[in-house]
């Protein structure tokens, strides 16, 4: 099960997830399983086209809409387009270490 198909590691509900790009600035630190920084900000979010542990009582636009207070770029992904998103993440994160 990928991170995207619904419910956390301890729960039976159903989570809506997104992930994204961000931006850090300041003191940053690379660790064992990311990065820290004093700073940091969205700078592009992708939202599945829909929550696959369950029925989701929101639609991805939904989902989209509440996160536009961000002002940054929102990219609703159907099942072709998480695979693309998910190697093009794990690819900028090689370039950047």
């Not at 419910?7 to 509900?13: A, I, L, V, W």
């Amino acid at each position: 099960m990928s991170y995207f198909d619904g419910c956390g590691q301890h729960s039976k509900r159903a989570v809506y997830r997104v992930v994204g790009q961000v931006s850090l600035w300041g003191r940053v630190i690379e660790g064992a399983r990311g990065w820290r920084a004093s700073h940091a900000y969205p700078a592009r979010i992708y939202v599945p086209e829909r929550c696959l542990g369950g029925e989701s009582a929101f639609s991805a636009q939904f989902i989209g809409l509440g996160l536009a207070d961000y002002r940054v770029p929102i990219e609703v992904l159907d099942g072709r387009t998480k695979a693309r998103v998910v190697k093009l993440l794990a690819d900028d994160s090689a370039l950047a270490a």
